[in-house]
């Protein structure tokens, strides 16, 4: 069966260690952009974050941010989906997190919201290129329904919220490890295989003709709804046990390669 949507993870999938997209990556990409294939970026990361990369790119096509809590056209902007997550639950995670005294950060219209800049808070700004908007305790408040929340903490603690979180939660809301030490909550019908379909079907393409790369926890469910579902040599042990296919890792050009092997060859 052809390939004719691909939808790729950005970090530690398309992105290598030093976030970049390597120019084998490009090319790949670029090559099958002019076979008539279309691909996407479907990532955790806000949109903003995202668009820079589909610009580099060269990509006219809507993209799946937020694990799917949005959908958003690169040139034109045009929302095709949005999903935040309800503001009483928010509320009621923001309230759990401050118990727990959890570091928390908040996403709403695009913008990064936190109690106050920190390790976290730089690291994330570092890495996504986003600035971090320091607002006291009026985060816990959340005067908007958030796109997403973000909980982050060390290995063990960032596996201790999800235990809470899912316990207390359970399937009112998605929650997602994507890093080690990053824990995603989103709406419970917004998660990167949902927003893959909803797009699929959108552009009259088929499961079967839908490759999804990725590696982390958030990647799972667009794993498992492709027809081709890629994982990263640096994947978790879940994503590897799902994934129909396995490619390079990160650092090796994992994406060129499924992409010049499934999608080119």
Same mark, same amino acid.
């Given at each position: 069966?052809?390939?004719?949507?691909?939808?790729?993870?950005?970090?530690?999938?398309?992105?290598?260690?030093?976030?970049?997209?390597?120019?084998?990556?490009?090319?790949?990409?670029?090559?099958?952009?002019?076979?008539?294939?279309?691909?996407?970026?479907?990532?955790?990361?806000?949109?903003?974050?995202?668009?820079?990369?589909?610009?580099?790119? !060269?990509?006219?096509?809507?993209?799946?941010?937020?694990?799917?809590?949005?959908? !958003? *056209?690169?040139?034109?902007?045009?929302?095709?989906?949005?999903?935040?997550?309800?503001?009483?639950? *928010?509320?009621?995670?923001?309230?759990?997190?401050?118990?727990?005294?959890?570091?928390?950060?908040?996403?709403?219209?695009?913008?990064?919201?936190?109690?106050?800049?920190?390790?976290?808070?730089?690291?994330?700004?570092?890495?996504?290129?986003?600035?971090?908007?320091?607002?006291?305790?009026?985060?816990?408040?959340?005067?908007?329904?958030?796109?997403?929340?973000?909980?982050?903490?060390?290995?063990?603690?960032?596996?201790?919220?999800?235990?809470?979180?899912?316990?207390?939660?359970?399937?009112?809301?998605?929650?997602?490890?994507?890093? $080690?030490?990053?824990?995603?909550?989103?709406? $419970?019908?917004?998660?990167?295989?949902?927003?893959?379909?909803?797009?699929?079907? !959108?552009?009259?393409?088929?499961?079967?003709?839908?490759?999804?790369?990725?590696?982390?926890?958030?990647?799972? $469910?667009?794993?498992?709804?492709?027809?081709?579902?890629? *994982?990263?040599?640096?994947?978790?042990?879940?994503?590897?046990?799902? *994934?129909?296919?396995?490619?390079?890792?990160?650092?090796?050009?994992?994406?060129?390669?499924?992409?010049?092997?499934?999608?080119?060859?």
């Amino acid at each position: 069966m052809t390939i004719k949507l691909i939808a790729i993870d950005l970090d530690d999938t398309l992105l290598d260690s030093k976030l970049a997209v390597s120019p084998r990556a490009c090319e790949a990409i670029r090559q099958a952009v002019a076979k008539g294939i279309t691909v996407t970026i479907a990532t955790g990361r806000m949109y903003c974050s995202a668009l820079a990369y589909a610009k580099q790119l !060269k990509l006219d096509v809507p993209l799946i941010t937020y694990n799917g809590g949005l959908i !958003k *056209a690169c040139l034109s902007g045009e929302v095709l989906m949005h999903r935040p997550v309800e503001r009483e639950l *928010a509320l009621a995670v923001l309230a759990l997190c401050r118990e727990n005294g959890w570091y928390i950060q908040t996403y709403i219209n695009d913008k990064l919201y936190v109690k106050e800049c920190n390790d976290y808070s730089s690291y994330y700004s570092r890495m996504s290129g986003a600035p971090a908007n320091a607002i006291g305790d009026r985060l816990y408040a959340a005067e908007q329904a958030p796109t997403k929340m973000l909980i982050m903490s060390t290995e063990e603690g960032t596996k201790e919220a999800y235990r809470t979180v899912k316990e207390q939660f359970g399937d009112k809301l998605t929650m997602a490890i994507s890093k $080690p030490t990053f824990m995603e909550i989103t709406h $419970p019908l917004a998660n990167k295989g949902l927003a893959l379909a909803y797009l699929a079907d !959108k552009l009259g393409i088929k499961q079967e003709e839908v490759m999804a790369v990725g590696d982390s926890g958030n990647d799972l $469910p667009m794993i498992q709804y492709a027809g081709w579902g890629v *994982a990263m040599d640096n994947a978790s042990a879940a994503v590897k046990a799902a *994934a129909r296919l396995g490619t390079l890792n990160n650092d090796a050009d994992g994406v060129a390669e499924a992409i010049e092997k499934y999608a080119l060859s």
